[in-house]
């Protein structure tokens, strides 16, 4: 069907940082497949034990205990504030199932007849029914209304606007089941999340026994420099979602909640792929290596000369951006307004051999692999500088 606008732009192979297009072009990967290959193109480690895999048991059912799946979810929960686990397929099934524990909360924890969730405006948690409604994002639900109910939307970062909010909300009584936020905005404009706004939602839920989720499907799995988005916060939700990253281009989402959260029983919710043994064994290899190579100090020392390299881009082309924000190797260069729009750079940048995405119309995002080296940081803001100075 005709849903996506798309480049003509066919890549037929990967390594590592690089892909290759089918005239033989080579473009360097600062997409990764949106946040998704987290090792790069076709590592040998993750392609290895995907074969393995494959040899031994790709798909079995929930109707039996899987030990893959259960590694997975040991090592999720030993390297986060969760204790357990639940598998699909996507960021917005993982954000669905988010939804539905929220409201399991809100019905047998609060004693809520209709429950609210309460999200960001500029969010971004997926394209189903409820997911997209929980995306604070007008041009997302237009066409395809009505809505689900139960949702409202407050600034991001906004302490003031979010107190109001949840004080209207409960004004009768209880009626909020939970918060559910992204530590940094992707889809959004890449805008992190300021600590001392998401200290006070914390203590604010933790009065009333509001849930607070967080969406980690694009900062999630060590894009931040660190595991989880929330560790550059400094606070903990009761559950969060993953999906992107952890497959490293296997699909596969989780929702992972704390012990005191684990409110869906069995025959409540479920997924026929979700968990199997296939995707699993991509998110642990995943997990794995990151471990192994030590991405995540990588991940931060590319992420501080990504920004120092971006800084000097802007200082040498400051009528075309105006800042450059971020974390880890999830950056924003923020345009201008008046001049270049973020889908003409990176028009631009593939012209030059460089695969950016845009957040939105005026921040062209960076997502590279995690495994990317400092010549190729080099080469990227090299050739971002070429696209600028094409279209500037
Ligand atoms: C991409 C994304 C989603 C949706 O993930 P899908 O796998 O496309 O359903 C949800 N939340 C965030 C924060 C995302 O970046």
Redo the contacts with the bound molecule.
């Keep these: 069907m005709n849903t996506y606008g798309r480049f003509p732009l066919e890549l037929v192979r990967g390594k590592g940082v690089w892909l290759t297009d089918r005239d033989g072009r080579r473009y360097l990967d600062a997409v990764a497949g ?1 946040a998704v290959c987290t090792l790069g193109h076709s590592d040998p480690v993750l392609r290895r034990r995907l074969c393995r895999q494959l040899r031994k048991l790709q798909h079995v059912s929930n109707l039996y205990r899987i030990p893959e799946q259960e590694q997975l979810a040991a090592a999720i929960a030993a390297r986060s504030c969760a204790d357990r686990v639940f598998f699909c397929n ?4 993982a ?1 669905e199932a988010a939804i539905k524990l929220a409201r399991k909360h809100g019905h047998d924890v609060r004693g809520i007849e209709r429950p609210l969730i309460l999200t960001a405006e500029s969010s ?4 189903t029914l409820a ?1 997209v409604t929980a995306t604070g994002q007008p041009k997302y639900h237009q066409g395809f209304e009505p809505m689900v109910e139960g949702f409202r939307y407050f600034p991001y970062n906004d302490t003031v606007a979010f107190e109001a909010l949840l004080k209207q909300c409960e004004a009768e009584g209880p009626r909020v089941a939970a918060v559910l936020l ?1 530590p940094l905005q ?2 959004g404009g890449v805008i992190p999340g300021d600590p001392a706004f998401f200290r006070r939602v914390r203590q604010l839920c933790d009065e009333r026994r509001i849930l607070l989720i967080f ?1 980690e ?2 900062i999630g799995v060590g894009r931040s420099g660190r595991w989880w988005g929330y560790e550059q916060l400094g606070v903990e939700p009761d559950a969060f979602t993953l ?2 990253g952890l497959g490293g281009g296997i699909p596969i ?1 989780a929702l992972a909640v704390k012990d005191a959260v684990d409110l869906l029983r069995p025959g409540e919710h479920a997924s026929t792929f979700g968990g199997n043994p296939f995707a699993c064994r991509a998110g642990l290899t995943v997990i794995e290596e990151i471990e192994k190579r030590q991405l995540l100090p990588h991940v931060q020392r590319m992420g501080e000369r990504l920004e120092h390299l971006l800084a000097e881009l802007q200082a040498s082309h400051p009528t075309l951006i105006e800042g450059v924000r971020g974390w880890g190797l999830l950056r924003g260069v923020v345009l201008r307004e008046g001049g270049p729009t973020a889908p003409q750079v990176v028009q631009a940048a593939m012209d030059e051999g460089l695969l950016l995405v845009p957040a939105g119309t005026r921040v062209v995002r960076i997502v590279p692999p995690l495994v990317i080296r400092p010549r190729h940081l080099r080469t990227l803001v090299k050739r971002l500088g070429r696209a600028l100075e094409r279209v500037g």
């Design positions: 949106i996507s960021g917005a099934e954000n971004f948690h997926g394209r997911a992204e992707g889809e969406d499907v694009q999906a992107k989402g």
